[in-house]
Nanobody, 122 residues
Framework: QVQLVESGGGLVQAGGSLRLSCAASGRTFNAMGWFRQAPGKEREFVAGIGWGGDSIFYADSVKGRFTISRDNAKNTVYLQMNSLKPEDTAVYYC?????????????????WGQGTQVTVSS
């Protein structure tokens, strides 16, 4: 049974940092990534990373502030979030896919975690 379990969310002041983790079990994935969904908004792509870590893509809104990484030995993907802003407040979801090519479109990703809340206060 495939599972993706996120951790690391919480409440932080603007300018602060958080590190999200997503541990996968049941199989390995070529592509892993993070999406987020704020209240009343659609789920949006945040960052994605390929198996070797050489294929990385960020949404413009987080570029330079967030860093995605993975540890294949632990089957885990991370999202280091620095210089957080109130507009980063959302539920953050881990996503995974067997494909070597990932997209920013949520419906193209096969597996999802349950989400973890990130709240940034001003």
């Amino acid at each position: 049974q495939v599972q993706l379990v996120e951790s690391g969310g919480g409440l932080v002041q603007a300018g602060g940092s958080l590190r999200l983790s997503c541990a996968a079990s049941g199989r390995t994935f070529n592509a892993m990534g993070w999406f987020r969904q704020a209240p009343g908004k659609e789920r949006e792509f945040v960052a994605g990373i390929g198996w070797g870590g050489d294929s990385i893509f960020y949404a413009d809104s987080v570029k330079g502030r967030f860093t995605i990484s993975r540890d294949n030995a632990k089957n885990t993907v991370y999202l280091q979030m620095n210089s957080l802003k109130p507009e980063d407040t959302a539920v953050y979801y881990c996503a995974a896919d067997a494909s070597f090519v990932f997209t920013v479109i949520p419906r193209t990703w096969d597996y999802w975690g349950q989400g973890t809340q990130v709240t940034v206060s001003s």
